[in-house]
């Protein structure tokens, strides 16, 4: 089992900046593979931005390239979303998600199916 608990969601300011964090506990975080997903209401749940395991590859959402980077600290548990430059379009439930380990990162990191443990979420609301 792995428990992801997200934070730092809020209200912001159209311009404004959030960082999003989320804590792994349960299977061993530094083999796991992150990302990141939204959901808008009546919308389906979107990718945003994912890491391999070693930190050394990330990938974003067209929508969010150039104003959001994802990181990870492998000592804290931790993956992080900055998120800059914010627009009300950004407005969603943000929740962290561990990919299975059936899956290649490279060809599916985009894929709500190849993940195997979702946080509950996180609201982030950008006012205009």
């Known amino acids: 089992q792995v428990q992801l608990v997200e934070s730092g969601g809020g209200l912001v300011q159209a311009g404004g900046s959030l960082r999003l964090s989320c804590t792994a506990s349960?299977?061993?975080?530094?083999?796991?593979?992150m990302a990141w997903f939204r959901q808008a209401p009546g919308e389906a749940r979107d990718f945003v931005a994912a890491?391999?395991?070693?930190?050394?590859?990330?990938y974003y959402a067209d929508s969010v390239k150039g104003r959001f980077t994802v990181s990870r600290d492998n000592a804290k548990n931790t993956v992080y979303v900055q998120m800059n430059s914010l627009k009300p379009e950004d407005t969603a439930v943000y929740s962290c998600?561990?990919?299975?380990?059936?899956?290649?990162?490279?060809?599916?990191?985009?894929?709500?199916?190849?993940?195997?443990?979702w946080g509950q979420g996180t609201q982030v609301t950008v006012s205009s």
């Open positions: 349960g299977r061993t975080f530094s083999s796991s593979s």
């Open positions: 998600a561990a990919m299975s380990r059936s899956f290649n990162f490279y060809s599916n990191y985009a894929r709500r199916g190849a993940y195997d443990y």
């Open positions: 890491i391999h395991w070693s930190g050394g590859s990330t």
